[in-house]
């Protein structure tokens, strides 16, 4: 049976998440769900052979990307995405038996939660300061604790410790979604399906013009770029890595063109390539008409 670890402790989105691949398919079988108290911890369990896989959240359709995952995947031995999921989110504000909201002084919530229910906390709760936990399972756990009088939390948490739901389906914005992914050990990237996502981390040389011409390489091949965020390297000002999305696989010719290319001038960190959950962008161009013709070439055939 694989051990999985995921951003914990029990009744996380995450752990959502995780049975989510579990019933698509993405396991053989059932797997041994192994809580980690972060997303680096998740990772890094998997660095060091003590799990065979970790799903952590990576981008946010309200908050933007995780930056925590982020910036765990770009440093350490590398891993490898092969698989994703999402999750339509919304949360559950829990409270101790006999606790209304009008009683609420301390409301409990990771901050990523936080930001995602701003506008509700605001109209409903303005008299609670923030508490900040360590994930959305935490926060409930901190409210059993007796650390705040109410958790941004889930359903599934509120069950699991015995609280109560004060409010339920809360967000400020409908059909705010989660993109969490599966990481291993690098690996074979999943087969090609027309319908994938390629992520690489790029690390640039401090020269004018040297972002341009990597993104060029994307453009000139007809190349989907679907994100392009930048975060510090933290060892000085002024530098950046840069983690780019796009549409394809390792497979497609225009990708793995793309990527030769960029590993020639800049150091490059390749995430993976897998199935999207949801189409994002264009594929890149088929050059199966283009390498007919090389071939006919080659043989002396073609005249065009």
Known sequence: MPRIAYFGPSGTFTEMALAQLESSGAFDGP????????????????RSRDVDGAVVPIESSVEGSISATLDSLAIGARLQIIAETELE??????????????????????????????????RHLPQARSYTSASNAAA??????????????????????????????????????????????PTVAPPATGADRTSIVLELPNVPGSLMRAFAEFAT???????????????????YRFYLDCVGHIDDTAVA????????????????????????????????????????????????
Do not use: N
């Open 31 to 46: 797997v041994e769900r192994v809580a980690a108290p972060s997303q680096g911890a998740a990772l890094d369990l998997v």
């Open 89 to 122: 989110v919304s949360f559950t504000i829990l409270g101790r038996p006999g606790t209304t909201l009008a009683d609420v002084r301390t409301l409990a919530a990771y901050p990523v939660a936080a930001a995602q229910i701003r506008l509700w906390v605001a």
């Open 140 to 185: 409930a756990e901190d409210v059993v604790a007796g650390h705040a009088d109410a958790a941004v939390s889930t359903a599934l948490a509120g069950e699991r410790l015995g609280l109560i739901a004060l409010a339920s389906g809360v967000a400020d914005h409908e059909q705010a979604i989660t993109r969490f992914v599966l990481c291993t050990r």
């Open 221 to 239: 091949r007809g190349i989907d770029l679907t994100r392009i965020e930048s975060r510090p390297t933290r060892t000085g000002m002024g530098t």
């Open 257 to 304: 063109e793309a990527l030769k290319a960029l590993h020639r001038t800049a150091r490059i960190r390749f995430l993976g390539s897998w199935p999207a959950t949801s189409a994002t962008g264009t594929p890149p161009p088929s050059d199966e008409a283009a390498a007919e013709w090389l071939i006919q070439l080659r043989k002396g055939m073609a005249d065009l």
